[in-house]
């Protein structure tokens, strides 16, 4: 089967499923039209103007939103506006089988959520890409490294090619599998409800920011405890941005988390929440080789 990929004309949505859009960042949104139109999209801007607490709008509405934009036949990618915190609020009534046509889900951070319950249901007519939000500073600022995003996600949704990730290996080692995951923190809180996948013959990507190598070392022990990774094939972290102390090396904590798994484990991947993240198709086959230091993904 052939890989859906997006052609010039195609109608995609904006969605906000998580956080309320700070209001020095209100613009953002309609850039990201701007962007996507400039690609030969045709954006349908379905974004409640205002918030509530610290989420896009109420439940009820931002459900509403998703779920209309995932079950038209006519959209053929969600993008969503930022990441934040809500979208898990929304997996009890999310229907995915009303997906009945091929279907582009982008976004990283809080969107893990629906990324694993869209892998969770089993549902194949929607394809995920894990890369940036499209109503950030990330995608749209005026840098090297924003380009440098926009060419990649543009890329990943047009004419997907296959891609080496630059990375250290923390354990040697090869293997090979689909990559699955995301976001650390969001992959944990779903241990234990319909909405986290199996990981067994994944490759796991992991990513977070702001996470102290303690956290990050009980995230990583909650999920072996959970038998999580029993069964995975490799796993790959992002630049894990920001998830220091000053006493503690990130990378050891690591390495100690999961001494015993015997799987290889590369770091420093420059996707997640740093200023470069590059958009990687979820479910693509992923080798991992630490004697040739790489790491390919196939389109």
Not at 9 to 22: H, K, L, Y
Request: contains cysteine.
């Amino acid at each position: 089967m052939s890989l859906f990929r997006l052609t010039d004309g195609d109608e995609v949505a904006i969605v906000a499923p998580a956080g309320r859009m700070r209001s020095a960042d209100g613009h953002l949104v309609a850039e990201a039209a701007r962007l996507l139109a400039s690609w030969g999209l045709r954006p349908r801007v379905a974004v409640e103007d205002q918030g509530y607490l610290y989420l896009a709008g109420r439940d009820g509405r931002r459900l509403e939103e998703v779920s209309a934009a995932l079950a038209d036949d006519q959209v053929r990618a969600v993008f969503c506006t930022r990441g934040g915190y809500g979208s898990q609020r929304l997996l009890r009534s999310l229907n995915w089988t009303a997906v009945d046509t091929n279907t582009l889900l982008v976004g990283f951070s809080d969107i893990t959520a629906l990324h694993l319950a869209a892998q969770a249901s089993g549902h194949e007519q929607v394809h995920l890409v894990h890369g940036p939000n499209v109503a950030t500073n990330q995608l749209l600022a005026s840098t090297s490294d924003a380009e440098a995003n926009r060419q990649e996600l543009r890329n990943c949704l047009f004419e997907p090619t296959a891609l080496e990730l630059d990375a250290h290996y923390l354990v040697e080692g090869s293997a090979q599998g689909d990559i699955v995951g995301g976001c650390l923190s969001i992959i944990t809180s779903q241990i234990g409800t319909p909405y986290l996948p199996t990981f067994d013959g994944k490759v796991l990507f992991l990513e977070d920011v702001g996470e102290v190598p303690y956290k990050v070392d009980r995230m990583l022990t909650h999920l072996r405890h959970a038998g999580s990774l029993d069964n995975v094939a490799g796993i790959v972290f992002g630049e894990m941005h920001n998830c220091t102390d000053p006493h503690n090396r990130l990378e050891d904590v690591i390495v100690d988390a999961l001494e015993g798994l015997d799987v290889p484990v590369a770091f420093g991947v420059h996707c997640g929440h740093g200023s470069r993240n590059t958009s990687i198709r979820l479910g693509s086959r992923t080798h991992l080789n630490s004697t040739r230091r790489s790491i390919n993904v196939e389109p």
